[in-house]
């Protein structure tokens, strides 16, 4: 007779593990179906924590060599890849070994294989171990999560990598080619440049970051730039062949001198697809669309009512905190209480040197959605704490309705933005007023003041900015 | 093993604002019909109106899931049709193990009563790619709007009393208070607190019968209306022995057929230009918002009886409507009123009301204002009284009206300025003519 359970939740990222823990606190009965020993998903093994290690490491690097303006000269570092490899290694093993003691400490049943819907109400599992299983259950969450886009066409071999055997950090090539200029293409670039390697990236489209504002894209560029062998935007990557003497890449674009390039690693960074297919889907009544997707409701239930879906597999912005906020929506509507995915914003952070980040409403977006908004933008420049960091290359802004005063997007760029972002979060969801912001007494000499201050623009009153307001919309508050 | 026949599913649609559950009051079909689309396939009972509720698309209904009786919330799933033609019903089987129920596919006595699949949440139809609301959503930290959510009220519908609109936790409490005390529909709880009964049946036999959902909600409306708003009746009384002799000349003439003038309809005509004359009486008291709520528009309600009890319908735009069509149209909605076809929305928005217990033979009543309505007119039947006037006792047709207020707001002579007006307009309607 087949197994069966209450709740049985498909992938264990951080929207897979986050939802089987959650339900077994609220006594549900609980499977987490997933291949690796310990949950942590992409985000853990593959993601998020392992590149913030290396980033970390990157940083480190550029400071010390930034040092030497400040009389502390550390010499050109030596670079051990095994030690720093194991570093990284390190930390992500602790992080999933700590997930699969609470795993167990909740007596969620782990069960390490692949699942497959053959109707609403059953599942195929695949053992890790060898074999197959049946699971009967009543609900289900699919939180699959979602792998590295490739480009059709590029050769197979070893020298090509995706975001996965980036992280990898088998060595470091002297010439690296990265293409994608969007977050994970910038993150890994600038951790090979770090560690030495002549990176050059490609972007498609006329900036790095596409759909970000471009002021907060900027400061990062120019860094970029310098720590780059080349940035190459509007241009595309038409073949790579593989040669002896590495891979030959021919690009095509504007402003090329010459098309035909050697790289000794090509790093693909293209975006990322959901894990929807080989679920057995079709089986059930819920509904993928056309570009892979699990449509879903705001309580992250598909079509097939006794079926969730969470995380990158249902849309966009593919990040390990939607997921994880998703997660506790469908357990908590399984669980019978009345909830709904509704944040006022999601957070992004760009983990590169400097760091841009961003919530709510962007000047991008306002612009293409015709919403009438105030921009009030304070330049670090004007910060204390950012020029005793040497680090006077950030912009903190606000995105304000002129109407009610209420803000409804920041954007960071600068050391630290990541951690800064969240007051930007919590300011949007609690619907707070610039002058909210402004009144708020905050510690000095911090970079959070940028935010204080900013408001303090808004108001044409910045203590450390000097721009008044024109008269007609002089306002106090 | 895949999917066979395509199966839809027949949910409860939202049927207005605050109507989460209704009663089953019948089931018109039964499982292995063959229905077209669109036809009614279950008619069910809010506090106020019946409704028809119309299969989705044409097929054989292969799952009937309520019965004559059963509340049912909004969302929740009423019956599932098999379309397309051909298939076996073996075929759909896996759906039906879906929905949580049957034989060896779902082995476990344990799982007795299955997790909720719906709450009252506003039904979603699919497929809906559900964006969340980035930008400009609604001025409420999260908190508030969970707590909305678990109230079942709509944070967007929410009064927010803080700085920029903000909507707080204290707003959403007193906004489903506004609800609960109001009657509506969404107010989570029971009927309202009563002082005990004592045991009846020690006196004799005693039989009980159920409240209706419409005796249900009247109650909860009489009662609210009775303790918010400080009444008082005026009365007062028309000589329309000229207007029913124009009304009757009217009706008789050719162009009449079909379209007969009502002393209702009269009035209605009437009090709506009594209403832009004394916009007071066409507002609403709003003491959290320091404010009255002057309504541009008049929308007058008038009280049916009907055999389950009180409706109110509601003649939208009274005062640009004419008599005959105001008479057309509320021929239709009392009788819709009585068939139970009402629809929730038809019964909304009044901004004050009328009701003509002429027809029952009584005389002077106090109506209760249908809060948040100002006032409301009660009319008696029109009698033939004998009135001094021209130097000698003359026949006249005399009309009772009743004119209840709410006097936190309409003082007395307010009252009487209205009600002389109404009264006046209807001995001379001619004069109608000298107002703009």
Redesign the interface.
Known sequence: ??D?A?LVVIGAGPGGYAAAFLAADLDLDVVLVDPEENPGGVCLYRGCIPSKALLHVAKLIDEADHAADWGVAFGKPTIDVDRLRGFKDRVVSKLTGGLGQLTKQRKVRHIRGTARF?????LELDLVDGGTDTL?F??AIVATGSHPTAIPGFPESERILDSTGGLDLAGVPKKLLVVGGGYIGLELGSVYAALGSKVTMVEMTDGLLPGVDRDLVRPLQKRLEKACEEILLSTKVVAIKEQKAGLKVTLEGDDLDKPDRTYDTVLVAVGRRPNSSDLGL????A?V?EQGFI?????LRT????VFAIGDVV?QPMLAHKASHEARVAVET?????????????PAVVFTDPEVAWC??TET??KE?G?DVQVARFPWAASGRAMTLDRDDGVTKLII?PE???I??VGLTGAGAGELIAEGVLAV???A?A??LKLSIHPHPTLSETMMEAAEVFFGQSTHVYRPKRAKKAKTS | MTMGAPVEELKLPELGENIESVEVTAVMIAVGDQVERDQPVIEVETEKASLEVPAPAAGKITELLVSKGDQITVGQVILRIETGAGETAEVAEPKAVAAGGTAEAAPQPTAAPPLPEQDDAPVVSFPAKHKPKIGRAVPAAPSARALARQLGVDINEVPGQGPGGRISREDVKAYVKSIVQSGGGAAPSGPGTAPTLPDFSQWGEIEREPLTNIRRATAANMANAWTTVPHVTQFDRADITQLESMRKRFNQRPEAEGRKMTVTAILIKLVASALKQFPKFNSSLDLAGDSIVLKKYVNIGVAVDTPRGLLVPVIRDAAVKNVVQIAAELNDLAGRARDKKLKPDEMRGATFTVTNLGGLGTTYFSPIVAWPEVAILGVGRAEQVAIWGNGRFEPRLIIPLSLSYDHRLIDGADAARFLRWTAEALEQPLLLLLED
């Not at chain 1, 079509?303 to 006794?306: D, K, L």
């Not at chain 1, 399984?334 to 999601?346: N, R």
């Open positions: 007779m087949a069966s209450k053959t109707d609403a109400n059953r009967d009543e609900h079709e089986n059930t009544a509904v669309d449509t879903v409701d705001e309580r079509a097939q009512p006794n849309g399984i669980a019978g209480h009345k909830v709904a995915f509704e944040p006022a914003c999601i709510g409403l977006e306002a959605r919403i309705d009610t005063e209420r409804l997007g969801e609690m619907a007023l002058s909210d």
